[in-house]
């Protein structure tokens, strides 16, 4: 069965930097589609980032610029790079991947990927 684990949160002080590491196991494609969202206490979830099959990238607008996606398809891991971060980043981030294959997702679309992991908690301080 499709595993994902979560690390690499933690708090940091804003304009700080965080990578965050997904290992992913139990799947068989490397066009699967993955990405990252997060959620905030009291709020809905919000994608963050996603990899379409074609492994395209598109980000939510207010981390543009600042996030990057990646992954390594040798290692499993899906990986995302928080640059500049800002006290509005705060939240459990999850990692998530489907087996569709999927062109021009959006990142809305990664909190209904079909499996995420357990999350790993964000914390930025103004």
């Known amino acids: 069965h499709v595993q994902l684990v979560e690390s690499g949160g933690g708090s940091v002080q804003a304009g700080g930097s965080l990578r965050l590491s997904c290992a992913a196991s139990?799947?068989?494609?490397?066009?699967?589609?993955m990405g990252w969202f997060r959620q905030a206490p009291g709020k809905e979830r919000e994608g963050v980032a996603g990899?379409?099959?074609?492994?395209?990238?598109r980000y939510l607008a207010s981390v543009r610029g600042r996030f990057t996606i990646s992954k390594d398809n040798e290692k499993k891991i899906l990986y995302l790079q928080m640059n500049n971060l800002k006290p509005e980043d705060t939240g459990v981030y999850y990692c998530?991947?489907?087996?569709?294959?999927?062109?021009?997702?959006?990142?809305?679309?990664?909190?209904?990927?079909?499996?995420r992991g357990q999350g790993t908690q964000v914390t930025v301080s103004s």
């Open positions: 998530s991947i489907d087996g569709r294959y999927m062109k021009d997702i959006q990142p809305e679309d990664v909190p209904r990927f079909a499996y």
């Open positions: 139990g799947y068989r494609s490397e066009t699967n589609c």
């Open positions: 990899l379409d099959s074609d492994s395209s990238a």
